[in-house]
């Protein structure tokens, strides 16, 4: 048996098909939304705490309540440092590292957490089935990064699951909808949870799902709904208490509970009564539904880029749509919805609720993979181009983004300089065309026989997964010398890197790629120049004083241009050495057949 996983920022879910429809096994309180909460208890004895009696802790022991840690998964402690403000558990770390939860004398990554949290689903799910589970697939946003879905996946493994599948969240939402029993379509699905925001365009057709594109923001949910909510209000408690309910760490946990509170009423309810007490201090005010919808507005506003891009991206128009599909609690805001119809220009889906349906997908992933369910892919995307650095920081792309998975790809490179014994392979992650403005995945050496520039036939290969999990070969094709990687979990992607990565690709295309010609020619000049010298060395008794004086004075002219960085001046100097030793390579040609033949009969 296969469960199928929801692991979400703010509720997580566990299911299976059974008898061909969908079962979401149900926590002690009642209900399939498990809360995505931990609590350390301050007895070291005492195991921690998962679900709503967590949740009940957080005014209590607001240090001690690790929340939202989906989204940390990944991320380094430069890349959250802002959250600190808004969040009052104690999270900390180098630059260089992920993130660590300090609760006490302890300290857990986000992978930890998320491992109680799979934990606790796999027992619920044990407990109904009366049978021990040990396979499970796993939903994550479209948009995380190699580095996020190892994360994932370890995290599962700490929890005692063999993840059978890491399947992307909108994939999923189209599985719930039975959308794979269309003939023909294009489906959108805009999927915003509590912690990160999804867009992916996809085509089905005869149940093939075919990714065409996908965006996002890995920052960007219902909690910054909260906090917008909380930056509204807090203003006027200070001016009508004199209290900064942001001050401490148990009156904030219990503000933006307040906050979370009033969201949910107002999807709701056009106006409300927003209502906080904490110790002596009692505020109420008229909150109308207009306030929340200005409050989140800026917010909101961020996923419209994404949805743009996706349309560009998938080359569809939003009349071209059949289906807009509405994943993710924070989708239950009107406004959302109002935003939503605005972009696509029709009416969108949600006759599934939206904290469910991407469970449900799972579940039915799992089915498949159980071999339960017939005829019926998936195919999915990956989300960034995958390269490696070539000489002057260039990237050879070799598995571009939105190409359908699982892939593998190859490509054949050689040395740069004579005599070298390695190759530096540094893998990279981008749409940009040199390796600076690239997220660096992973580097390696592979040792090589010391041969003259050029000889060395190097072939590198990507394969990518169908978790959209990087593993790369690099081999010396003369020796047989091979060396590998697999991308593991790192402290991740900025959220800069993350959210403008694919949008800076665009807006620099132009300087990029002039910057990338200059340095291939460049390349190719200096590369020219040492052929030539070393050719000199070998052969200059066979120029005349003439020929040897132009060749030397076209070298001169190479390096004269070189700093220059006019391109097109490099090329013209390149073109006139090369007309100037034209008769000098025909010449030494010919006096190595003659060396080698002399002797020899034919």
């Given at each position: 048996m296969i469960v199928g996983i929801d692991l979400g920022t703010t509720n997580s879910l566990i299911g299976i098909i059974e008898k061909g429809r969908p079962r979401l096994f149900q926590t002690s309180e009642g209900t399939s939304l498990l809360p995505s909460v931990?609590?350390?208890?301050?007895?070291?004895?005492?195991?921690?705490?998962?679900?709503?009696?967590?949740?009940?802790?957080?005014?209590?022991?607001?240090?001690?309540?690790?929340?939202?840690?989906?989204?940390?998964?990944?991320?380094?402690?430069?890349?959250?440092?802002?959250?600190?403000k808004l969040l009052p558990y104690d999270f900390s770390g180098s630059s260089e590292q992920m993130v660590r939860f300090t609760v006490g004398d302890k300290s857990y990554t986000p992978m930890e957490i998320g491992a109680l949290v799979l934990k606790h689903l796999k027992t619920l799910a044990e407990q109904e089935l009366g049978t021990e589970v040990k396979k499970a697939v796993i939903t994550v946003p479209a948009y995380f990064n190699d580095a996020q879905r190892q994360a994932t996946k370890f995290a599962g493994e700490l929890a005692g699951l063999e993840v059978a599948r890491i399947v992307n969240e909108p994939t999923a939402a189209c599985l719930a909808y039975g959308l794979d029993k269309k003939t023909e379509g294009v489906v959108a699905v805009f999927d915003l949870g509590g912690g990160t925001f999804d867009i992916s365009i996809l085509r089905v057709s005869g149940g093939v799902f075919e990714v065409l594109a996908t965006n996002g923001d890995t920052a960007l949910g219902g909690d910054d709904f909260d906090h917008a909510l909380a930056s509204h209000l807090a203003p006027l408690i200070h001016q009508a208490t004199g209290f900064d309910p942001m001050q401490s760490a148990s009156s904030k946990a219990s503000f933006l509970s307040a906050c979370e509170k009033a969201k949910r009423e107002l999807s709701d309810q056009t106006e409300i009564v927003f209502s906080w007490n904490h110790d002596a201090i009692v505020f109420e005010h008229r909150l109308t539904r207009g306030d929340f919808d200005e409050a989140i507005y800026p917010f909101l506003k961020r996923a419209l880029?994404?949805?743009?891009?996706?349309?560009?991206?998938?080359?569809?128009?939003?009349?071209?749509?059949?289906?807009?599909?509405?994943?993710?609690?924070?989708?239950?805001?009107?406004?959302?919805?109002?935003?939503?119809?605005?972009?696509?220009?029709?009416?969108?889906?949600?006759?599934?609720?939206?904290?469910?349906?991407?469970?449900?997908?799972?579940?039915?992933?799992?089915?498949?993979?159980?071999?339960?369910?017939?005829?019926?892919?998936?195919?999915?995307?990956?989300?960034?181009?995958?390269?490696?650095?070539?000489?002057?920081?260039?990237?050879?792309?070799?598995?571009?983004?939105?190409?359908?998975?699982?892939?593998?790809?190859?490509?054949?490179?050689?040395?740069?300089?004579?005599?070298?014994?390695?190759?530096?392979?540094?893998?990279?992650?981008?749409?940009?065309?040199?390796?600076?403005?690239?997220?660096?995945?992973?580097?390696?050496?592979?040792?090589?026989?010391?041969?003259?520039?050029?000889?060395?036939?190097?072939?590198?290969?990507?394969?990518?997964?169908?978790?959209?999990?990087?593993?790369?070969?690099?081999?010396?094709?003369?020796?047989?010398?091979t060396a590998s990687v697999t991308v593991n979990p790192s402290y991740g992607l900025t959220d800069t890197e993350v959210e403008s990565m694919l949008m800076a690709s665009f807006e620099n295309a132009e300087t990029d790629f002039n910057q990338r010609f200059l340095i291939e020619a460049q390349m190719e000049a200096e590369s020219l120049v040492r052929a030539t010298q070393k050719s000199l060395l070998q052969g200059s008794h066979l120029l005349d004083p003439d020929q040897k004086a132009e060749i030397e004075s076209a070298i001169r002219r190479i390096e004269k241009v070189l700093p220059t960085q006019e391109r097109e001046e490099i090329k013209k100097a390149c073109e006139r050495l090369s007309q100037a030793t034209e008769k000098f390579a025909q010449d030494l040609l010919n006096h190595a057949v003659k060396e080698a033949l002399s002797n020899r009969e034919i």
């Open positions: 931990v609590y350390f208890p301050g007895d070291p004895a005492q195991s921690p705490v998962v679900g709503t009696p967590a949740v009940e802790m957080k005014v209590s022991f607001p240090e001690r309540v690790i929340y939202s840690a989906k989204r940390f998964i990944g991320r380094g402690i430069s890349d959250v440092k802002d959250w600190q880029l994404p949805c743009v891009q996706c349309l560009e991206d998938s080359k569809v128009s939003t009349s071209t749509i059949t289906d807009v599909i509405l994943v993710g609690g924070s989708t239950r805001v009107p406004r959302v919805r109002a935003f939503v119809k605005e972009i696509f220009g029709r009416e969108p889906i949600c006759t599934l609720n939206p904290d469910e349906v991407v469970a449900i997908g799972a579940a039915v992933q799992a089915n498949i993979l159980s071999g339960h369910t017939q005829g019926m892919l998936l195919l999915d995307v990956i989300p960034l181009s995958l390269g490696i650095k070539t000489m002057g920081g260039v990237v050879s792309k070799i598995i571009h983004r939105n190409s359908t998975l699982p892939i593998s790809a190859t490509e054949h490179y050689s040395t740069y300089l004579d005599g070298q014994v390695a190759v530096d392979i540094h893998v990279l992650q981008g749409e940009r065309e040199l390796s600076k403005d690239n997220r660096s995945l992973a580097r390696f050496q592979l040792k090589i026989p010391p041969l003259p520039a050029g000889v060395p036939k190097i072939e590198v290969e990507f394969i990518v997964d169908a978790n959209g999990i990087l593993s790369i070969r690099a081999m010396e094709l003369r020796t047989g010398q």
